[in-house]
């Protein structure tokens, strides 16, 4: 009998859509194709991007499509979309097509003509929906399912395009980008975004290129003198998330020159060997409209990446809905900001050159270096207003390699992530610090990007939005989950990116560690709901596992319900990760299956872990604050609340050789309530060489010197200042954490004049690194050497 049945089916469907194609095709030719996303506003139709304000849909297992949406990525005129409301009929006519069809009808209409469908259009929230391939046949074209992305697929016979999401649409033109912003902002799906700063009134002006100045305040190099004569190849690098993937910093050394941002300047000084200390180049940005943030440094180059403008004139604008059509808006001068990095040839010492600029229009996002490829990361903050022209529609660079001026990137050019989450330029571009003169692979997408992922293959690009339920009357309902992070991946190699994937993932990330790659598969660790909250709407902790296209295989949801992750490392098959609220649980998660992760054992213990460090495969170095807990009864709250007070710097080594009961081992505090260290926030500013069982990192301390109570209250007392400077450690597994001294930069009469507080100064240590068997602190007046074994002062470099 079922046999019976399907065979039926099948028949009714050749007998259906073969008459379709018959009627249609002769009078109505099939010359576009669409793409249609399953919950996604975004479409494509002749490879541009548009966007609905309503969402295909599945039901009964037909995909259902907004009526007009689909009408007019078939070529139906708008003016040929015709619905009459008493009958809640639909016409649609194309050329000598004319279609019609009844909501909650089975017939359809083609040139009058019945014909029986097996899905019925529909109303949903006063949208009326179609059935996308009967719709779409009926016009004379092929549809498709694609089940990887979900999505209808609808093109000429033998034409289909291509679901593949390595392929993106292009923005197209200036009139769909407004299209596409203008709807953006009445979807449900709303991002955090950055407002862009203009200038009323600012002089028209280009921003000058920022030249390399030699200091005359110190002697030079010797003529000819390279890093080749390095013989200190024992050095630290810039702690960093990858390896084999470089990170920018503040610091760098190659094991003979420590190279510095100060003050509007990169200072090179010789540090080895340490008694001979001085500063050889200076490359001086002031005056220059350009501020440096951070470098790279490898044997024959030096990039310095900052923040630069240029100026733009914003034009006259109509006033939309204006009757007397005048420009009402005057024109305004504004600054538009740049991300730039300069490249320079530092294999002479003596005689840096700059190479090449290159600047993106945008915020700095972020930045990689993997060998001698370097990846740049702007966002570029779209300012629209519905009924305005757009300021600045086209995201644009310069690369010196092929001119000195800007160049747009054209509509055609820019891709759409689908539903992108703020009207927003992402730009990335890589290059190939060893070909010189070979232009900057440059693109962009309008989309955004928030925190940034890389392995030695592939460059990730998280932002997350927040997407609300809306009744029919407009006002929001706040679901349990609102918010959602996108994923988009781009492959990296040489210098060249190019895209390559998307993929979401419920919830919000934390930073760069919430996510990682490893054999092919990505994961990601979130939060979802909100800590404040109470019932199905309180905070949730997940970790997800994409494939390589990014599409869900495995998961572990509902981790620490009410508590929110302050913490997350990958290491091979395991996973750690801390969430807090008033105590930190520490679980060890087992990833070796992507399909099924699984949570291995977990560690209750006061306080939480900032960042977390691999020490080796079964133990984890982490950094935090202790906690003291605290019910609403002792500190004046409400008596049935329990709140936890940060206290000191806490450091402690966990034990997972016994996956399943992890172990604080070791445990190391520092200072009293307000101590701080930059490391609990800054990954890089730590310095780890297990080979030499050394620990060091910056550190604020703070501490309570009499009663440890604020005038007889129960809440802890926020401590005095006490130092700045670096906390040396030696750490091992026998011994845990053991503190080998202190350095500072600041004198006795610095000490003196602080008082209990102390704000941050030009003569606060930074960052710590080592060369050879000797220690530098560096802060923005000052490099210090010291002896690695005892710490013994061996010369200071005072910098002006």
């Known amino acids: 009998m079922k046999r019976?049945?399907?065979?039926?089916?099948?028949?009714?469907?050749?007998?259906?859509?073969?008459?379709?194609?018959?009627?249609?095709?002769?009078?109505?030719?099939?010359?576009?194709?669409?793409?249609?996303?399953?919950?996604?506003?975004?479409?494509?139709?002749?490879?541009?991007?548009?966007?609905?304000?309503?969402?295909?849909?599945?039901?009964?297992?037909?995909?259902?499509?907004?009526?007009?949406y689909l009408a007019l990525a078939l070529g139906v005129p708008e003016d040929k979309i015709i619905w009459n409301s008493s009958a809640s009929t639909l016409t649609l006519v194309r050329d000598n097509v004319t279609i019609s069809l009844?909501?909650?009808?089975?017939?359809?209409?083609?040139?009058?003509?019945?014909?029986?469908?097996?899905?019925?259009?529909?109303?949903?929230?006063?949208?009326?929906?179609?059935?996308?391939?009967?719709?779409?046949?009926?016009?004379?074209?092929?549809?498709?399912?694609?089940?990887?992305?979900?999505?209808?697929?609808?093109?000429?016979?033998?034409?289909?395009?291509?679901?593949?999401?390595?392929?993106?649409?292009?923005?197209?033109?200036?009139?769909?980008?407004?299209?596409?912003?203008?709807?953006?902002?009445?979807?449900?799906?709303?991002?955090?975004?950055?407002?862009?700063?203009?200038?009323?009134?600012?002089?028209?002006?280009?921003?000058?290129?920022?030249?390399?100045?030699?200091?005359?305040?110190?002697?030079?190099?010797?003529?000819?003198?390279?890093?080749?004569?390095?013989?200190?190849?024992?050095?630290?690098?810039?702690?960093?998330?990858?390896?084999g993937v470089d990170e920018a910093d503040i610091v760098k050394t190659d094991g003979t020159y420590i190279y510095q941002v100060n003050r509007e300047r990169i200072i090179i000084a010789r540090a080895a060997p340490p008694e001979a200390m001085?500063?050889?180049?200076?490359?001086?940005?002031?005056?220059?409209?350009?501020?440096?943030?951070?470098?790279?440094?490898?044997?024959?180059?030096?990039?310095?990446?900052?923040?630069?403008?240029?100026?733009?004139?914003?034009?006259?604008?109509?006033?939309?809905?204006?009757?007397?059509?005048?420009?009402?808006?005057?024109?305004?001068?504004?600054?538009?900001?740049?991300?730039?990095?300069?490249?320079?040839?530092?294999?002479?010492?003596?005689?840096?050159?700059?190479?090449?600029?290159?600047?993106?229009?945008?915020?700095?996002?972020?930045?990689?270096?993997v060998g001698q490829s370097l990846y740049l990361i702007a966002n570029k903050y779209i300012t629209f207003y519905p009924g305005r022209e757009i300021e600045d529609p086209k995201p644009m660079y310069r690369d010196s390699v092929v001119s000195d001026s800007y160049k747009e990137i054209d509509y055609p050019s820019i891709r759409c992530f689908p539903d992108f989450v703020e009207?927003?330029?992402?730009?990335?571009?890589?290059?190939?610090?060893?070909?010189?003169?070979?232009?900057?692979?440059?693109?962009?997408?309008?989309?955004?990007?928030?925190?940034?992922?890389?392995?030695?293959?592939?460059?990730?690009?998280?932002?997350?939005?927040?997407?609300?339920?809306?009744?029919?009357?407009?006002?929001?309902?706040?679901?349990?989950?609102?918010?959602?992070?996108?994923?988009?991946?781009?492959?990296?190699?040489?210098?060249?990116?190019?895209?390559?994937?998307?993929?979401?993932?419920?919830?919000?990330?934390?930073?760069?560690?919430?996510?990682?790659?490893?054999?092919?598969?990505?994961?990601?660790?979130?939060?979802?709901?909100?800590?404040?909250?109470s019932g199905t709407h309180t905070s949730q902790n997940n970790l997800y596992i994409l494939d390589s296209g990014l599409n869900m295989t495995g998961k572990i949801e509902g981790i620490a319900p009410g508590e929110k992750i302050y913490?997350?490392?990958?290491?091979?098959?395991?996973?750690?990760?801390?969430?807090?609220?008033?105590?930190?649980?520490?679980?060890?998660?087992?990833?070796?299956?992507?399909?099924?992760?699984?949570?291995?054992?977990?560690?209750?213990?006061?306080?939480?872990?900032?960042?977390?460090?691999?020490?080796d495969e079964n133990h984890i170095i982490g950094f935090g604050k202790d906690t003291v807990e605290m019910s609403g009864k002792v500190w004046g709250g409400r008596p049935d609340d329990t709140t936890a007070f940060y206290m000191g710097m806490k450091m402690a080594v966990f034990d997972v050789t016994d996956v399943s009961n992890p172990v604080e081992m070791f445990r190391a505090d520092i200072g009293d309530r307000g101590t701080d260290s930059e490391l609990l926030r800054n990954h890089k500013a730590l310095l780890f060489a297990k080979d030499k069982n050394l620990l060091a990192f910056p550190v604020r301390v703070m501490e309570v010197t009499e009663s440890g109570y604020n005038n007889g209250s129960t809440v802890p007392e926020y401590g005095a200042f006490a130092f700045q400077g670096a906390y040396v450690y030696n750490i091992d597994l026998t011994s845990g954490f053991t503190l080998k001294g202190r350095i500072t930069h600041l004198s006795d009469e610095d000490y003196l004049k602080a008082g209990n507080y102390w704000y941050n100064s030009e003569k606060d240590i930074e960052r710590i690194i080592y060369i050879g068997d000797t220690l530098y602190t560096l802060s923005q007046q000052m490099i210090k050497a010291n002896q690695l074994d005892d710490l013994q002062e061996l010369n200071s470099l005072v910098i002006k």
């Open 423 to 533: 009207p927003s330029y992402l730009i990335v571009a890589g290059l190939n610090l060893d070909q010189p003169e070979e232009k900057a692979n440059v693109s962009s997408y309008l989309g955004s990007g928030q925190n940034i992922y890389a392995s030695t293959e592939n460059l990730y690009v998280a932002v997350t939005g927040y997407s609300y339920a809306r009744k029919l009357a407009n006002d929001l309902v706040p679901p349990s989950d609102l918010s959602r992070t996108k994923i988009y991946k781009f492959r990296i190699d040489q210098g060249q990116v190019s895209y390559a994937a998307s993929g979401e993932a419920p919830g919000t990330i934390l930073n760069q560690f919430s996510m990682d790659e490893h054999d092919g598969y990505f994961r990601i660790a979130t939060t979802s709901g909100e800590v404040w909250r």
């Open 102 to 243: 009844a909501v909650g009808g089975n017939t359809i209409y083609i040139n009058d003509q019945p014909f029986t469908i097996d899905a019925a259009p529909t109303l949903r929230d006063n949208r009326t929906y179609l059935p996308a391939r009967h719709i779409a046949e009926a016009f004379g074209y092929d549809v498709a399912w694609d089940e990887t992305v979900r999505a209808v697929l609808i093109g000429p016979p033998g034409n289909l395009p291509e679901a593949s999401q390595d392929v993106l649409p292009s923005v197209g033109t200036y009139e769909n980008l407004k299209d596409l912003l203008e709807k953006s902002q009445s979807s449900a799906f709303y991002g955090r975004m950055d407002e862009m700063v203009t200038t009323p009134g600012t002089i028209l002006r280009t921003a000058p290129s920022a030249v390399q100045e030699k200091a005359a305040s110190a002697a030079p190099a010797a003529a000819g003198e390279s890093l080749s004569d390095n013989n200190a190849a024992d050095y630290s690098k810039t702690n960093v998330q990858v390896e």
């Open 567 to 615: 913490s997350v490392r990958f290491t091979g098959d395991r996973g750690y990760m801390v969430t807090f609220k008033q105590v930190d649980p520490f679980f060890v998660l087992d990833l070796s299956d992507p399909q099924q992760p699984a949570i291995l054992g977990k560690l209750k213990i006061p306080g939480y872990s900032d960042y977390l460090h691999p020490y």
């Open 278 to 369: 001085e500063v050889v180049s200076v490359l001086n940005y002031t005056g220059k409209d350009f501020s440096p943030q951070e470098m790279y440094v490898d044997d024959n180059h030096l990039v310095v990446i900052g923040n630069t403008r240029t100026y733009g004139v914003y034009p006259l604008y109509n006033e939309s809905g204006s009757s007397s059509g005048l420009k009402i808006m005057p024109p305004y001068n504004y600054y538009r900001p740049m991300v730039k990095a300069i490249v320079y040839n530092i294999e002479d010492r003596s005689n840096i050159s700059q190479v090449r600029e290159l600047e993106l229009y945008g915020n700095y996002v972020s930045s990689r270096k």
């Open 4 to 68: 019976i049945m399907l065979f039926g089916i099948i028949l009714l469907t050749m007998t259906i859509f073969p008459v379709f194609k018959s009627l249609s095709g002769a009078n109505a030719e099939p010359n576009h194709t669409a793409t249609f996303i399953i919950d996604q506003r975004t479409y494509v139709t002749d490879n541009q991007a548009k966007t609905m304000d309503a969402t295909p849909f599945i039901e009964n297992g037909r995909s259902f499509v907004p009526a007009r």
